[in-house]
């Protein structure tokens, strides 16, 4: 469940509001009394941005607009955010319905409180029962002034729809969500959109000698899928498709190198949360009618050790007619993705990212703070992908990708051996799949941030939708959509 924003042109007298200010002395005098406003002044200090009037008819929200006195802009639009996270907590407590937030000129700000109370309130309640099912009491998030472009407000709605979408496939068990419901939920938002989409079946799959994605599904009861996504604009400014690969293993035991538990498998309804995210990010791309030229794809199986299944030491042939030495099952994310990589050679396209929870030494590196990314393509590219990260605050942690790793995935039997040991794993894994990209190409392993097991702001507990935010911004950059 996700809260949309609304955009009017002013405020009733009764709503409650969430100003802003620029300093101890900068109030509205309609709003406040002189007691109110010597009681802000001393309220608002260096460390206390925040601070609420009950006006026993409604409650004015204060924030200052001083929020952080970092350097970087975006720093300051990610504690506008986490400041909305704190209203939104805050009204809930409160049971307000409804929030308007008053246009103070800054719109960058306001928008970004806005997208931080409206990410916050989303909830994943289809599985709660009876009457009282912790359903948050806010409603409508508000926006009111005449200086707000409504596009602006249509396209944060947008973005912040298909977030909450990724987090709800992410958050749906396997019980619901096998592989076959995964791609009919995909194609819903292709239908929704307006996005050319064709699911392939088992005997399409095997037809294709999909031979990663065969394998990882051969001790499943349920079959695999492999989605295709197509957004293609008459305007597009490129003839050669952006294709977004997202790894859609709905639920992995680890296979015959069954994981550890708990804290391994408990939560592993995550690993299809790459394919969440670009099949909820060409959504929006499509939503927004965004002149961008996009394909995406989602192989998509879960991984399990029954009688059939896939065991180390076995060779698996490929979609490329490369072999592989399986030296770990856990290792199934790359199997699948490697299929989808070769696959999206027919489009010719002109940049590939793929998005999975591949690698726990992603993790590890990093932590839940930002996303692993590594690849081939050029400066221009990632500097344009570390603004959109920056901007969005999902931030990129480039690992280098030298040919030298190679090496550690050469097998004495096969063409590659599926895992490079216990050094740089997360880089190992992204050099394994290199080797079935020929284009420009971006991996990034989103293992740390895209599950949260604790709250983290608006980020939410469970799942998260990151990268959704990310890839909007990059497109509506490359677009050059304002």
């Not at 200090?45 to 001083?66: G, P």
């Not at 031979?211 to 957004?231: C, D, H, I, K």
């Not at 400014?237 to 190198?257: A, C, E, Q, R, W």
């Not at 999206?344 to 590939?352: F, I, S, T």
Request: hydrophobic share 40%; with cysteine; proline share 4%.
């Amino acid at each position: 469940m996700h809260t949309t924003l609304k955009l009017v042109p002013t405020h009733g007298k009764n709503d409650h509001l969430l100003i802003f200010t620029k300093g101890k002395t900068d109030f509205d005098k309609q709003l406040f009394s002189d007691a109110e406003k010597k009681y802000l002044g001393e309220q608002l200090t260096k460390d206390k941005k925040q601070v609420v009037i009950n006006q026993l008819h409604r409650f004015v929200f204060v924030q200052s607009s001083d929020v952080t006195k970092k350097k970087e802009p975006y720093h300051a639009l990610e504690e506008f955010r986490k400041a909305g996270a704190k209203w939104a907590a805050k009204a809930n407590a409160e049971g307000i319905k409804k929030i308007v937030l008053v246009d103070n000129g800054k719109v960058d700000a306001l928008l970004a409180v806005a997208e931080g109370i409206a990410l916050t309130n989303y909830q994943f309640l289809k599985y709660k029962t009876g009457t009282k099912k912790g359903e948050h009491s806010l409603q409508e998030i508000v926006i009111a002034g005449k200086r707000i472009e409504k596009r602006s407000v249509d396209r944060l709605n947008i973005v912040i729809e298909a977030t909450c979408k990724a987090r709800d496939l992410v958050n749906e068990p396997q019980s619901f969500l096998n592989a076959t419901v995964f791609a009919t939920e995909l194609k819903g938002l292709c239908k929704k959109a307006g996005i050319k989409c064709e699911v392939f079946n088992k005997q399409k799959i095997k037809g294709l000698k999909m031979g990663g994605l065969m394998a990882v599904n051969l001790g499943s009861p349920q079959p695999p899928t492999f989605t295709v996504m197509e957004w293609k604009p008459r305007n597009a400014i490129n003839k050669k498709p952006f294709v977004l690969i997202g790894k859609g293993v709905v639920y992995d035991t680890g296979g015959m190198s069954l994981k550890p538990t708990a804290n391994s498998m408990d939560y592993m309804k995550c690993d299809m949360a790459g394919g969440a995210v670009v099949g909820t990010a060409i959504y929006a791309i499509a939503k927004a009618k965004l002149p961008i030229y996009v394909v995406a794809l989602v192989p998509a199986t879960d991984n399990r050790p029954d009688g059939d299944a896939y065991v180390p030491g076995d060779v698996i042939t490929m979609m490329s007619g490369k072999t592989v030495e399986v030296l770990n099952t856990d290792a199934e994310g790359r199997l699948i993705l490697a299929d989808a990589l070769h696959y999206a050679k027919r489009y010719d396209p002109a940049l590939v990212f793929d998005f999975a929870t591949l690698t726990g030494a992603a993790a590890a590196a990093i932590g839940h703070y930002g996303i692993v990314a590594m690849g081939t393509a050029d400066d221009s590219v990632m500097t344009l992908l570390n603004n959109s990260g920056n901007n969005v605050y999902e931030r990129l942690a480039v690992m280098p990708f030298w040919d030298e790793y190679d090496e550690l995935l050469k097998s004495d039997i096969a063409d590659l051996k599926n895992i490079g040991g216990p050094n740089a794993g997360a880089i190992t894994a992204g050099r394994f799949l290199n080797n079935f990209v020929d284009a420009p190409y971006v991996h990034f392993d989103i293992a740390g941030p895209a599950f949260n097991k604790s709250p983290d702001s608006y980020r939410s507990k469970n799942g998260t939708g990151v990268g959704v935010r990310l890839l909007f911004d990059f497109f509506c950059k490359k677009a050059s959509v304002k």
